[in-house]
Antibody, heavy 119, light 110 residues
């Protein structure tokens, strides 16, 4: 069974960089599929951040592209997200996900982690 | 940027049928957008319901179905139950590979 688990600081100061890690179990992240991130501000809807394929294409939400970096750590079967120059608007529950590339949908989700941007 | 539209809210009676839609601010939704649908209850991660327009995810009851209705993707719940009361989100995949979520529909069963 594929499982994803987010981890990282729950509080980040404005103008700093938000960093999260997603640990994947039950599937090797180098074996295919897209991996990525989705977020949800409190009381609001879901927003796709980006998805990438090991050794292949990376796709970003155009509105976040300039501040977002995604990367893989294949030795730990993890992938990570960095969002730079954060503001209060980046406060959200962040979900990591696997995207089924054949049918283009999010088939596995992490439980989510709340990141608050505040001084 | 393309906007994906959903009804902000909808209500259905227990046992009734409801159809939620997913449209585009400009243009028509087709199967080429690989519409998918997700259900979310408060405090929980989204659950995948439908992918590739009309395929049900594993374990999803057959009272949930997906389709294209006119120029929109649609999620139909037949025989609504109390625990179907949730937020429902659609996702469309744009030609450039970008995924766009709709704003979500809050479904009330009463």
């Amino acid at each position: 069974q594929v499982q994803l688990q987010e981890s990282g600081p729950g509080l980040v100061k404005p103008s700093e960089t938000l960093s999260l890690t997603c640990t994947v179990s039950g599937y090797s992240i180098t074996s295919g599929y897209y991996w990525g991130w989705i977020r949800q501000p409190p009381g609001k809807g879901l927003e796709w951040i980006g998805s990438f394929y090991h050794g292949g294409n990376t796709y970003y939400n155009p509105s976040l592209k300039s501040r977002v970096t995604m990367s893989l750590d294949t030795s730990k079967n993890q992938f990570s997200l960095k969002v730079s120059s954060v503001t209060a608007a980046d406060t959200a529950v962040y979900y990591c996900s696997r995207k089924n590339s054949g049918n283009d949908y999010f088939d596995y989700w992490g439980q989510g982690t709340l990141v608050t941007v505040s001084s | 940027q393309t906007v994906v539209t959903q009804e902000p809210s909808f209500s259905v009676s227990p046992g009734g049928t409801v159809t939620l839609t997913c449209g585009l601010s400009s243009g028509s939704v087709s199967t080429s957008y690989y519409p998918s649908w997700y259900q979310q209850t408060p405090g929980q991660a989204p659950r995948t319901l439908i992918y590739n327009t009309n395929s049900r995810s594993s374990g999803v009851p057959d009272r949930f179905s997906g389709s294209i209705l006119g120029n929109k993707a649609a999620l139909t719940i037949t025989g609504a139950q109390a625990d179907d009361e949730s937020d429902y989100y659609c996702v469309l995949i744009m030609a450039d590979g970008v995924s766009v979520f709709g704003g979500g529909t809050k479904l009330t069963v009463l």
